[in-house]
């Protein structure tokens, strides 16, 4: 007997879906601290550029083969592929997009459970009248307690099971419906508390992410901002492709893309307005890197008036975006498992849980008993993060985009998405050119020794 592929019940909740998976600790934990390393504006403005000239269209791309194939994205990519007559070996662009979605979701799950961790340890008044070294002290603590992490990271992987058991309809769509309006809320209270305890130094932070400097825009810079635009939209994971297969004909893609591209920047730039002032306002440096959220950030939550308050709200925020996009990245799997086994729903989320969460306890013993154990000179941890971020994404938004431009009827494209003479061109060129090779470079860029 055929399983019956579920539908999203409305626009409104599968636009809230999409937005969730791309409105994740990439905006508020990872765009802020680049910002701050790059030079800030100038990495801004070229950062909104690339998300709406390479961003949008391979996320328009995604949700139109899934919603062609109406499968996972394994089968989705061999079935579009034979229906244009090309070969089978395309679902290889699904393959590699599923399992990267499964191998970041077992670190990620990790850091989501960093940032639950840390709701308690601001209002239990933790960073109280903390510096710089005593909060690096509780980060390198917390990372060391295996005991810890472990507990956290299965709370989180427990809330996605709950969610995604739940199926498109109850689980995913019904989740985000109540936390992205509630990440919403949070976001807009901590700018307004930033604006009220930072005096001049919101102003300071407005200048930092808007006024122009291009003075300290260079190759490096220009590449982060390609790299992130990709990333901050769950490009390549499968996901969008998974999302795009739940939907009807009816749902317009470039005008619903251009809605989660707009809000995935808003919530970005509002983070930065929420996070900046504080770390001004208390003499921090903006360029702290990856430990802006856990490390500077507290300092400044643990030297402000109602300081416990502020930064148990900011942590939650940051634990609603993980949530919403964790669960998009646990989909994938689960939609694989669901059509291509006899499992149903819930057992399907529940081995695909259980199998990322014993993943994660590696990540999480890399940080401390396993520590010593490299691999390419790696931790696993770091290694899962490279792979995924730098090789697997890339390679599949490139198999992406150059089957959606080069294997697929055009015509049939152009028609889907009602696209008039003048903008069809730049769709093609743009598809077709632009964004391989933009694509190429990030992968290019993936293998070069990092730099600071």
Known sequence: MKKSHSQWSSRMGFMLAAAGSAVGLGNIWKF???AGE???SAFVLTYLLFMFVIGLPILVLEWLIGRRGQKNPIHTMEDVAVSEGRSKLWRWVGII??????LILSFYSVIGGWATDYIFLAINGT???VNGEATGQIFSSFLGNTNSLLIWHTVFMAANTIIVAMGVGAGLERACKVMMPGLGVLLLILVAYAAIVSGSSF???FDFLFTPNWSALNGTAILAALGHAFFSLSLGMGIMMAYGSYLGKDVNLLSTARTVVILDVIVAMLSGMAIFPLVF???LEAGSGPGLIFVTLPIAFGNMAAGSILGCLFFIFLTFAALTSSISLLEPTVELLEEKTPMGRK??????SVLIWALGIACILSFNEWADVKLFDKGIFDLLDYLTSKIMLPVTGLGTVIFGAWMMNQKVIRKELNLSNFWFGVWTVLTRVVIPVAVVLILICGFLPETR
């Open 97 to 102: 997009g599923v399992l990267g979605s499964f």
């Open 38 to 40: 790059m030079g800030g």
């Open 281 to 283: 306002a208390n003499g």
């Open 347 to 352: 057992t399907a989320t529940v081995v695909s």
């Open 32 to 34: 802020p601290y680049m």
């Open 203 to 205: 102003g300071k932070a």
């Open 127 to 129: 960073f109280n009248g």
